[in-house]
């Protein structure tokens, strides 16, 4: 069969026998969705195509680097700052060297 020009529109008519199961599923689906059956049929085979295309691969970003495009190496830390206590003593430590910045600044 030779490929279609992309312009070249066409047209098919389906007529599917469906078995009482699949038509029940059918009629729930329809009147959840609030389509006729021909949009349904086009979404469900446009989703289904997609998922047979090959996914293209993002980069791998850190939350951080997808929210606001910093650096990975922000998030690089010697320590676990999760624990409270490791927190409170960095905290501490970048005050007093903080501190004892300005106090030889002073003089």
Request: aromatic share 4%; charged share 25%; hydrophobic share 30%.
């Amino acid at each position: 069969m030779l490929p279609l020009p992309k312009d070249y529109l066409t047209s098919v008519m389906l007529n599917i026998s469906l078995d009482d199961e699949a038509e029940q599923y059918l009629v729930e689906i329809l009147s959840h969705e609030k389509t006729s059956s021909r949009e349904l049929l086009q979404r469900l085979l446009k989703q289904y195509w997609q998922t047979l295309q090959p996914q293209q691969t993002v980069p791998q970003q850190t939350v951080l680097e997808r929210m606001s495009n910093r650096p990975r190496h922000f998030l690089n830390g010697s320590e676990n700052l999760s624990d409270r206590d490791i927190r409170r003593a960095l905290i501490a430590e970048r005050l007093q060297s903080r501190h004892v910045h300005r106090q030889n600044s002073e003089e």
